[in-house]
């Protein structure tokens, strides 16, 4: 009895990895058969989301933009 569970259980596993790697093939399939595309049609390469550098205000402990930032409201906020 404990046998034929255990078998059920690894037959589940079995599958439920196969098919999560099935998936992940067709994604990267996928995604080189757009960029095929996309090299064939002489457009350029998609660009990475850009990223900001963020600093902690001393004065309200949030993040706030390195570049960008602005004063919190409160009487000893360092960016004024």
Do not use: Q
């Not at 255990?6 to 998936?23: D, E, N």
């Amino acid at each position: 009895m404990f046998t034929k569970f255990l078998t059920l259980v690894l037959l589940i596993v079995i599958v439920w990895f196969g098919f999560k790697f099935v998936t992940r093939a067709n994604a990267i399939a996928a995604a080189k058969r757009e960029m095929a595309a996309r090299r064939e049609a002489g457009l350029p390469r998609p660009r990475p989301h850009n990223a900001e550098e963020m600093i902690r205000c001393a004065a309200c402990a949030v993040y706030v933009s390195a570049t960008k930032a602005s004063a919190c409201g409160r009487p000893d906020c360092p960016y004024r």
